[in-house]
């Protein structure tokens, strides 16, 4: 899960960073390249392989819109990480079998 966080954590700084209009509008490739079978984004970036291959063809607005979709997964993935080691409160004050 830290790799998911460190991962959230450097597209929430370029996102941050491409709010600005008129400035260059940076890869969020962050040297992990992996599909997740499930989710079918890659581990590193959260970007679809769609988003990838049209990437250097995309106009800034179109690279700030992925941008946006970037941090809306990444947050969704911390919170699904988040919810499968914590489960809830009733779940975990549950008793167990007894024997």
Same mark, same amino acid.
């Given at each position: +899960?830290?790799?998911?966080?460190?991962?959230?954590?450097?597209? @929430?700084?370029? @996102?941050?960073?491409?709010?600005?209009?008129?400035?260059? /509008? =940076?890869? #969020? %490739?962050?040297?992990?390249?992996? +599909?997740? =079978?499930?989710?079918?984004?890659?581990?590193? %970036?959260?970007?679809?392989?769609?988003?990838?291959?049209?990437?250097?063809? +995309?106009?800034?607005?179109?690279?700030?819109? /992925?941008?946006?979709?970037?941090?809306?997964? &990444?947050?969704?993935?911390?919170?699904?990480?988040?919810? &499968?080691?914590? #489960? #809830?409160?009733?779940?975990?004050?549950?008793?167990?079998?007894?024997?």
């Amino acid at each position: +899960m830290n790799a998911l966080i460190n991962a959230s954590k450097i597209i @929430a700084t370029y @996102a941050d960073y491409t709010r600005a209009r008129g400035q260059f /509008v =940076p890869s #969020p %490739c962050v040297s992990v390249c992996l +599909m997740g =079978p499930a989710s079918q984004l890659c581990d590193g %970036c959260f970007r679809t392989l769609d988003e990838i291959a049209a990437w250097s063809a +995309m106009d800034d607005d179109g690279k700030r819109g /992925v941008w946006q979709s970037l941090v809306r997964r &990444a947050s969704e993935a911390i919170s699904e990480a988040k919810s &499968a080691t914590n #489960p #809830p409160r009733e779940l975990a004050a549950a008793p167990g079998p007894r024997a």
